[in-house]
């Protein structure tokens, strides 16, 4: 059983940062890609960022320049630091990650999800 935990979230007034962390627990042989996706009310859930167990990265358009994700392979934890938030970045944050586990199974993990507020 492979698990995907978020933590972090919070309420924060516009201009301020938050770091996100998504652990993965469990019967782990290795990670590939990790993402972090959002979803605020009445929207359809979007890709925020992703990162490849090489390191490479990508970011949408609205948050290039103020988040930057990063991962540490030993923990197989995903970061997203998120810096000069604005009420538009307030939703629900979920992290994946295309997992191997150690049964052989490759398959695609979620976590959660945790509260982000951005607001004055």
């Known amino acids: 059983q492979v698990q995907l935990v978020e933590s972090g979230g919070d309420l924060v007034q516009p201009g301020g940062s938050l770091r996100l962390s998504c652990a993965a627990s469990?019967?782990?042989?290795?990670?590939?890609?990790m993402r972090w996706y959002r979803q605020a009310p009445g929207n359809e859930r979007e890709l925020v960022a992703a990162?490849?167990?090489?390191?490479?990265?990508n970011y949408a358009d609205s948050v290039k320049g103020r988040f930057t994700i990063s991962r540490d392979n030993a923990k197989n934890t995903v970061y997203l630091q998120m810096n000069s938030l604005k009420p538009e970045d307030t939703a629900v944050y979920y992290c994946n990650a295309d997992i191997l586990s150690s049964n052989g199974r490759n398959s695609r993990y979620w976590g959660q999800g945790t509260q982000v507020t951005v607001s004055s």
């Open positions: 990162i490849t167990n090489g390191g490479s990265t």
């Open positions: 469990g019967s782990i042989f290795s990670i590939n890609a």
